[in-house]
């Protein structure tokens, strides 16, 4: 069974500084990997994605996220946090096999603080 | 134009009563699926739709009901609600193909929520 953690419920960082979000996934077969955005009252939308094509995944916004097989680990980063940036993120794993329904499991997720 | 609607966004209600949500996605996809994100913004599937077939059920309690009438719809009927059915519920919905490598994924479009409270 193919899991999802996020360290850290709550990251709080200032204006201009670097973001990190941690995630470490668990899984039986090649994984597929993805982070989402949740802005208040809102529902989730995607950042960025990896499928196993290059390992270093550019998404929107300015975030970024490397797959570390040898870590499990699909960890989020921004170099410059904007006010804007302050919301829930999420990440999540599906399985990469040809059965595969296209499911989701996903962490329980970040809340992003950027103090002025 | 939205891409995955829900109705209604707010919904509050007493215990025993039934309430259901609708879903409609005009993105073309074949999957669609129903999420509950509990207070501590937990998400968990509870059911998912590929071409009106249900595809997964995730132990989710007999008084939830879901049905899609075609693939751009699904409505979720909750009967004789309970306190613990308070939550948001999402729906999404995903074109799932093959891709390089032979394993088969899609990007989840997420409507803004259904908010859900039981009296």
């Known amino acids: 069974a193919q899991s999802v953690t996020q360290l850290g419920s709550h990251v709080s960082v200032s204006e201009g500084a670097l973001v990190l979000l941690r995630c470490n996934y668990s899984?039986?077969?090649?994984?597929?990997l993805f982070w989402y955005v949740q802005y208040p009252n809102q529902g989730l939308q995607l950042l960025l994605k990896?499928?196993?094509?290059?390992?270093l995944v550019k998404g929107i916004n300015g975030f970024e996220a490397e797959f570390k097989k040898s870590e499990t680990s699909f960890h989020l980063t921004k170099p410059s946090a904007h006010m804007s940036d302050a919301a829930e993120y999420f990440c999540?794993?599906?399985?990469?096999?040809?059965?595969?329904?296209?499911?989701?499991?996903f962490g329980q997720g970040t809340t992003l603080q950027v103090k002025p | 134009d939205t891409a995955v609607s829900q109705t209604p966004k707010y919904l509050v209600t007493q215990m025993g009563n039934d309430k259901s949500i609708k879903c409609e996605q005009n993105?073309?996809?074949?999957?669609m699926y129903w999420y509950k994100q509990d207070s501590k913004k937990f998400l968990k599937i509870m059911f998912s739709?590929?071409?009106?077939?249900?595809?997964i059920n995730e132990t989710v309690p007999n008084r939830f009901s879901p049905k899609s009438p075609d693939k751009a719809h699904l409505n979720l009927h909750i009967n004789s609600l309970e306190l613990g059915d308070s939550a948001v519920y999402f729906c999404?919905?995903?074109?799932?193909?093959?891709?390089?490598?032979?394993?088969?994924?899609?990007?989840?479009?997420f409507g803004e929520g259904s908010r859900l409270t039981v009296l």
């Open positions: 999540a794993v599906s399985l990469a096999r040809s059965s595969n329904t296209g499911k989701l499991i």
């Open positions: 899984s039986s077969v090649p994984p597929y």
């Open positions: 999404a919905s995903s074109q799932v193909s093959v891709i390089a490598g032979g394993g088969r994924t899609g990007e989840l479009f």
């Open positions: 990896y499928t196993s094509a290059a390992t």
């Open positions: 993105l073309g996809h074949d999957t």
């Open positions: 739709y590929n071409n009106k077939e249900l595809i």
